[in-house]
């Protein structure tokens, strides 16, 4: 990560509930996202899941990066569905849709 609060950024927030019966749900109720938008193009410079390993998060900030998040949402579902084969994956859509929601909200 460089340094994204020099630049014209802002930071967003979403989260989701995690579904009762998986394993993930017994760690913690709850995904949150947090994204570092970059407000001049619309796209992800930096992006924090709350996970309790690392990997995980890793893993998803590396296919986040660099999306846009205006009108990109469908790519970003495709890439998330396509590539993180894990219990909860809903639930981290929901929290990314959420952050997004709310930059989009914010921008307009």
Do not use: W
């Not at 993930?24 to 109720?29: N, Q, V, Y």
């Amino acid at each position: 990560m460089g340094n994204e609060a020099t630049k014209n950024t802002v930071l967003t927030a979403g989260f989701a509930q995690i579904p009762k019966g998986t394993p993930l749900h017994e760690i913690s109720s709850m995904v949150g996202c947090v994204l570092i938008i970059d407000v001049d193009k619309d796209e992800i410079c930096d992006a924090s899941f709350t996970f309790v390993m690392d990997k995980t998060s890793e893993f998803l900030v590396q296919l986040l990066v660099g999306k846009t998040v205006v009108d990109g949402l469908k790519e970003i579902t495709e890439v998330i569905q396509e590539r993180f084969l894990a219990p909860g994956q809903g639930a981290v859509l929901q929290a990314i849709r959420a952050a997004v929601e709310r930059y989009v909200e914010k921008k307009s």
